[in-house]
């Protein structure tokens, strides 16, 4: 009696490739291994931006020749965190663009102005009885923590203070003073905002 083969998924997802894509550029960058690792992120990343990337918005999953559905916060931000970490590798000014038009989409279509944070859906996705909001990390991690390390990273790289107050805006507490709580928050988010804060913090600070 044979057994089965795990179930695999043949959707091509842009948050699931961006994890892959950052891994393939942090092996290439810490090994010095040219060739493989880098050739197939940047293939999976050109990929991306010609199939799930649509009159400057994402899109969620590409099966059978065929893209749709309107991408979530960690489609865009787990992408935009990967690109940021491949131009630490090797520079491409199409995905400098790529990335800053990510997190522009970001900040357009997640924001809560009032409260602050991320939401996880687009302010023009289906009507939801609640649009929600990540804050623990599960299997991967949460969008919101992802987006704090990723405003930080380009808004230094670039010197565009809307991405450094996107920092403020990912850590900004939407729920009660129980955000500046560590044990209620996840590792992801209490560690990469503080980071993220702190880097802003000195960046404004050595401009005065």
């Not at 940047?42 to 590409?62: M, P, Q, V």
């Not at 900004?172 to 003073?177: L, Q, S």
Request: proline letters at 3%; one cysteine or more; charged letters at 25%.
């Amino acid at each position: 009696m044979s057994a089965c083969g795990p179930a695999a998924t043949k959707d091509t997802s842009p948050s699931w490739n961006g994890l892959m894509i950052q891994g393939m550029a942090v092996a290439a960058r810490v090994h010095q291994a040219r060739g493989s690792p880098e050739s197939s992120a940047a293939r999976a990343l050109d990929f991306i931006r010609s199939e799930l990337w649509n009159d400057g918005r994402l899109l969620a999953t590409f099966k059978d020749g065929r893209a749709h559905l309107r991408a979530y916060l960690d489609d865009y931000v787990f992408l935009a965190d990967a690109i940021v970490e491949l131009l630490q590798y090797r520079w491409r000014s199409a995905d400098v663009q790529l990335a800053t038009e990510l997190l522009d989409g970001v900040l357009e279509h997640f924001a809560d102005a009032e409260r602050g944070a991320f939401f996880f859906t687009a302010d023009d996705h289906e009507a939801l009885m609640h649009r929600s909001k990540t804050f623990n990390d599960e299997s991967l991690p949460n969008g919101n923590a992802v987006a704090a390390r990723v405003f930080g990273r380009l808004g230094h790289l670039l010197g565009d203070s809307r991405y450094l107050a996107g920092v403020l805006s990912a850590r900004c507490d939407p729920v009660g003073p129980r955000w500046s709580d560590t044990t209620t928050r996840s590792r992801s988010t209490a560690q990469r905002t503080r980071r993220a804060s702190a880097a802003s913090g000195n960046r404004h600070h050595s401009r005065r």
